[in-house]
């Protein structure tokens, strides 16, 4: 799953920011129906966002709360159906806050033991700080996306999780559309029941559909996450971004640093 999958939390590309939150872990085995209410708050330095900037170097937080339906349609074919709202939160000052809006609806396939494949849909809004209807909307996109991930068992607490997603944003404002390709790749090494470790990379390239922008961005991650119990978990992360565009004002070259707390509860 690519890193920042979690995310269109705040956008995945150059002039957004860049979310330090590894993808949930998917189980190889689809669960049972479920309804789940997940909340998350995060802090984490050195990330980038532009409206109209290039770039804004801050120490930023964000919260959010989710609530995610995950019903099996058969034995290997899963329903996922999302509900989130969220803050951004800028030390640097209020003038950069925002808050967010998703949905999302996906059908998660598993092709064999090792293959899963994944269609879905999500929305995401972006606005100044505060939901009135006259807050400033900063960003609304609607983006269709196909992931393919095959998973394999190295040794004894090593899995390799190779990823490919292809997915097309239709935004508002338009210079925001764009058709991305992903390609990368996650090595996880359990040290213990309760303690994850993991390396990641990925390749993104950036075709924008409305402006004359391309973007090649790498990725790479280190985190470690350690559960508290069944529902509550904290992890560490530290993510690299560098690559280039087709646009000189932009310098894609960014260092992030940050942890992050979560909840994830079974409603039923």
Same mark, same amino acid.
């Given at each position: ?162 990823? *490919? !997603? %292809?997915?097309?944003?239709f935004a508002d404002?338009? @210079?925001?559309?764009? $058709? /991305? ?5 996650? =090595? ?15 390749l993104t390239l950036d ?32 993510? *690299? !971004? %560098? ?7 932009? @310098?894609?070259?960014? $260092? /992030? ?5 979560? =909840? ?5």
């Amino acid at each position: 799953m690519p890193i920042d999958e979690q995310e269109e939390t705040s956008g995945d590309s150059l002039g957004e920011v860049i979310p330090l939150t590894p993808a949930d872990d998917e189980n190889d085995e689809l669960p049972s129906s479920i309804v789940q209410l997940k909340a998350r708050t995060a802090s984490f330095t050195n990330s980038s966002i532009a409206l109209k900037e290039p770039e804004i170097s801050d120490n930023i937080s964000t919260a959010s709360v989710a609530l995610e339906a995950t019903p099996n349609l058969t034995s290997s074919t899963q329903l996922i159906a999302s509900a989130e709202a969220g803050i951004i939160r800028f030390s640097r000052g209020a003038v950069f806050d925002a808050d967010t809006m998703k949905f999302g609806a996906a059908v998660r396939q598993r092709l064999n033991e090792k293959i899963f494949g994944q269609l879905g849909w999500n929305y995401v809004q972006l606005k100044n700080r505060g939901f009135n209807l006259d807050d400033k909307r900063l960003l609304q996109q609607n983006s269709v996306y196909l992931n393919l991930e095959y998973k394999e068992s190295l040794a004894e607490n090593l899995y390799i999780n190779p990823f *490919y !997603q %292809f997915k097309a944003r239709f935004a508002d404002p338009t @210079d925001r559309s764009r $058709l /991305s390709h992903t390609l990368g790749t996650e =090595l996880k090494y359990n040290l213990a029941s309760n303690v994850e470790t993991a390396l990641g990379y990925q390749l993104t390239l950036d075709d924008y559909t409305k402006i004359s922008r391309f973007d090649t961005i790498h990725r790479l991650k280190a985190d470690v996450t350690y559960r508290i119990n069944q529902a509550l978990f904290v992890t560490g992360l530290v993510a *690299y !971004q %560098f690559g280039s565009s087709s646009d000189d004002a932009l @310098d894609p070259e960014n $260092l /992030s640093v940050g942890i992050e707390f979560g =909840l994830d509860l079974p409603l039923f």
